[in-house]
Antibody
Framework: EVQLVESGGGLVQPGGSLRLSCAASGFTFSSYEMNWVRQAPGKGLEWVSYISSSGSTIYYADSVKGRFTISRDNAKNSLYLQMNSLRAEDTAVYYC????????????WGQGTLVTVSS | EIVLTQSPGTLSLSPGERATLSCRASQSVSSSYLAWYQQKPGQAPRLLIYGASSRATGIPDRFSGSGSGTDFTLTISRLEPEDFAVYYCQQSRYTFGQGTKLEIK
């Protein structure tokens, strides 16, 4: 059974940092591209970042470029999102999502982890 | 930048009725990369449709997708109580529509 489990969310002050993790199981993690998607309270879905299966190709939304860093450790079946210089508008539930073999849609999602940026 | 506009914002229907949800792109997009998701309160999104018209694994056949170019449709033929949720379209990984809330009338 495919499972994605996010962790690392919490309350952080503006300008602070947080590192999210996504533990994957039930599939060959190293064969799949992965993404982070976020959802602000009561709002819609916003794609945040993409990483290829090997980690060699990375993309970011303009809203997080220069502040967030996506990475993965295929030996540990884990995906990460390092978030720096956090702003109030980064407050959201952050989901990791598996991309189906580069076809641009997400076939499995984690349950999400809440990040709250507030003083 | 392609923008996806979903309509209506809220759709009020009764169980057993047919639901038609629209997703319009600001410019022509490949139907191969058009997907639909369902999200219930407190849950992660669930993939329903990919490639504009292919049902994901385990999705009931009352859900169908169609369309091409700039206009795409998600149809639920006969609404079941568990279908009332928010639905999002997505194009090419990066762009989501703003969502349509399907509520019980």
């Amino acid at each position: 059974e495919v499972q994605l489990v996010e962790s690392g969310g919490g309350l952080v002050q503006p300008g602070g940092s947080l590192r999210l993790s996504c533990a994957a199981s039930g599939f060959t993690f190293s064969s799949y591209e992965m993404n982070w998607v976020r959802q602000a309270p009561g709002k819609g879905l916003e794609w945040v970042s993409y990483i290829s299966s090997s980690g060699s190709t990375i993309y970011y939304a303009d809203s997080v470029k220069g502040r967030f860093t996506i990475s993965r450790d295929n030996a540990k079946n884990s995906l990460y999102l390092q978030m720096n210089s956090l702003r109030a508008e980064d407050t959201a539930v952050y989901y990791c999502a598996r991309e189906f073999h580069g076809d641009y849609y997400f076939d499995y999602w984690g349950q999400g982890t809440l990040v709250t940026v507030s003083s | 930048e392609i923008v996806l506009t979903q309509s209506p914002g809220t759709l009020s229907l009764s169980p057993g009725e047919r639901a038609t949800l629209s997703c319009r792109a600001s410019q022509s997009v490949s139907s191969s990369y058009l997907a639909w998701y369902q999200q219930k309160p407190g849950q992660a999104p669930r993939l329903l449709i990919y490639g504009a018209s292919s049902r994901a694994t385990g999705i009931p056949d009352r859900f169908s997708g169609s369309g091409s170019g700039t206009d795409f449709t998600l149809t639920i033929s006969r609404l079941e109580p568990e279908d009332f949720a928010v639905y999002y379209c997505q194009q090419s990984r990066y762009t989501f529509g703003q969502g349509t809330k399907l509520e019980i009338k």
